[in-house]
């Protein structure tokens, strides 16, 4: 419960009764209540972005604690004001009570001055996660890795994080921005009118990779995922699974797109095989056709689109086998979850963001 974090943070009695109220309000409590039918807030609250700037970025948790980008510039108890850290509840009440003088100074807290924290005031309730800015947490936040090369690459934890420019002789410019295989963004341009406007230009994605593994091999396969695309230009958010290869090595390649904007029919007119099909509750679009290098290319589109949530792809995979798409013996080689970019408006560069990515294979 919060009060067990607030209490190990240094509150106690009245401070303690102010803290909660103020943190009820301060991490949406009231939208988070609603949400899970009981009393709660989020402790993964991600503030008005649109108060980021040069010194400060998002505020974070429980007790929105702004941060800085430089907190080791300023003196204590700024020095606290660090995303990696204060984006935890457990820190972020901690930073909470130095800044507010152990409980003595809530000035900088809106909910406090305005009063509305009162009708919360010594309320306890349940620190839940799931707020919808979760994932932005670190909006502004110098990334790990940052590349502007067609092919630039960032490895971390088993998985990779590629910018996949594949199409460079068509492409403009894209850079990536990377703060792990679960959380990063590009920066796309794909507007030069004298190429094909719907050839892919680029797939941003995360990877990873298996050795020989059949599908029959896994117990479960399950993704969450959360993809922010623009509402223009021409793009496709989607798994990307290599069968047999990755590659040109590839026997077969199945994409599962979870969001799309794409102008032409579904399915395209040079499929060779089509069905509508309903997995795990999510129905499908399905077609099936030759690639480039003799393999199937095989895609299941979400109808209606979903472009956050969760995919079990092991039943996917076990739907494709059944209907003799797959079998049930092909290797594995790789699973990607990115956006297929085929074109965007002149003018500015696009983002195109990934919120959060969770792969279980086992």
């Known amino acids: 419960m919060a009060s067990d974090l607030l209490k190990a943070a240094g509150f106690s009695g009245e401070t303690l009764a102010i803290a909660l109220g103020v943190s009820y309000v301060e991490a949406d409590g009231p939208q988070a209540t609603a949400r899970f039918g009981k009393q709660c807030a989020y ?3 991600v503030g008005d972005l649109s108060l980021v700037n040069e010194k400060w970025g998002p505020s974070l948790s429980l007790f929105q604690v702004r941060v800085l980008r430089h907190p080791e510039q300023f003196s204590y108890p700024d020095t606290l004001r660090v995303a990696e850290d204060v984006r935890h509840p457990k820190e972020n009440a901690v930073a909470a009570f130095a800044i507010s003088k152990k409980g003595t100074y809530w000035k900088p807290w809106s909910t406090f001055v305005s ?26 936040e110098p990334a790990e890795f940052t590349t502007s090369e067609k092919l630039g690459q960032f490895s971390v934890d088993g998985y990779l994080v590629n910018n996949n420019v594949h199409n460079a002789a068509e492409a403009g410019t894209q850079t990536l921005y990377a703060y792990g295989p679960d959380s990063w963004y590009v920066l796309a341009d794909h507007s030069r009118t ?16 298996f050795t020989n593994r059949s599908i029959d091999s896994f117990s479960k396969i399950t993704a969450a995922y959360d993809m922010s695309n623009p509402a223009v230009g021409e793009w496709n958010a ?17 994409m599962v797109w979870t969001d799309h904007r794409y102008p032409a029919s579904i399915p395209p007119g040079n499929a060779l095989e089509t069905k509508t099909v309903t997995i795990d509750g999510q129905p499908y679009k399905a077609w099936r056709r030759k690639n480039g290098n003799g393999g199937d290319y095989i895609a299941l589109v979400m109808d209606p689109k979903r472009p956050a949530g969760t995919v079990d792809l092991l039943k996917v995979f076990k739907w494709l ?6 079998k049930s013996t092909d290797l594995v080689a790789a699973i990607e979850y990115g956006v297929e970019i085929s074109n965007t408006p ?17």
């Open 321 to 326: 086998v059944s209907v003799g798409w797959l």
């Open 115 to 140: 009063g509305s924290y009162l009708p919360h005031k010594g309320k306890d309730f349940e620190v839940v996660s799931g707020h919808p800015r979760a994932n932005l947490w670190n909006v502004g």
């Open 194 to 209: 004298d190429v094909r406007p719907g050839s892919v230009k680029s797939y941003p994605d995360t990877q990873r990779n």
């Open 43 to 45: 402790g993964d609250a």
């Open 346 to 362: 002149a003018g500015s560069p696009q983002t195109f963001r990934l919120n959060n990515y969770q792969l279980t294979a086992e």
């Open 238 to 254: 989607a798994f990307d699974i290599w069968i047999g290869g990755i590659g040109s090595r590839s026997t077969a390649e199945v």
